[in-house]
């Protein structure tokens, strides 16, 4: 395996596609906009006109786009990667999407006799710079198996988690679980203000205590210091929480803490802070 196409060059994609080519990969590229992919370009990555043009050719098409409408739009349809990747080729899906979506073109890539693999990410925009991401694939396991390569070239936490949508699924429950954890995160820093605490210093206090966290360990500093620049997106955060929400309702439970904070980040968003990291969730306090 050696000729990669990379679809989505944001926040994510672009320090993973550094980290393919630093592991050896030929990586050709297509986004939406060329200006956000010249510094990848100018670093080695070929660039791609359009999806087809990136799909053909290639041992394995990675995919991480912002929205389930965007996925579709990349897979399906004449000008599409189903349409147009190679027999064999792998299709690796790591955008945060619907299970029902992944599954979709697990099927319809199975058709065209091409090996899907539905495989979100987790640990933001410094876990895709270090290549420290957590992957979570769903899929056949000797497909998942044969991308191990590429998985260990972008992340350190790698997990099979079953059929195509598994994925998925467990990214949903990371999902759910960071809803909470920030959310308490940021009630305990507004608290703490508001009773006259060194905010700084009791973060360090219970940091290493039974409340201690990644969302604690991340997201307080930069608050500490007013960085609210996204690591990962108060929009996209939206997306995947209304997901999960889905997904919970399908399953017949009810998730109120989850729907609370979706709540809250929708009157952000309202606001025009949607493009703000999702560490200004503390803001809905009037931090």
Partial sequence: MKKVGFIGI?????????????????????????????????????????VKTCAAGRDAVITI???PKDV???????????????????????????????VRIYEDAAKA?????????TGGDTGAREGTLTILAGGDEADFNACMPLFEAMGKNIKYEGKA???????????????????????AMVYAKASGLDVAQMVDSIGTGAAGSAQLKTVAPRILV????????IRHFIKDMKLASEEAENAGVHLGVLDYVLSMYEDMEAQGKGSLGTQALVQYYQW
């Fill in 10 to 50: 944001g926040i994510m994609g672009k320090s993973m596609v550094r980290n393919l080519m630093k592991a050896g990969f030929e990586v050709a590229v297509y986004t939406r906009t060329k200006e956000k992919a010249e510094d990848v370009i100018a670093e080695g990555a070929a660039w791609c006109e359009d």
């Fill in 65 to 67: 786009v912002g929205y």
């Fill in 72 to 102: 579709e739009e990349v897979y399906f349809g004449d000008d599409g990667i189903i349409a147009n990747a190679d027999p064999g080729t792998f299709l690796i899906d790591m955008t945060t999407t619907s299970p029902k979506l992944a």
């Fill in 113 to 121: 006799g091409l090996k899907a693999l539905d495989a979100p990410v």
């Fill in 165 to 187: 949508g598994n994925g998925q699924h467990t990214k949903m429950c990371n999902q759910i679980a960071i809803a909470g954890a920030i959310s308490g995160v940021c009630e």
């Fill in 226 to 233: 007013g960085d609210f620049d996204p690591g990962f997106f």
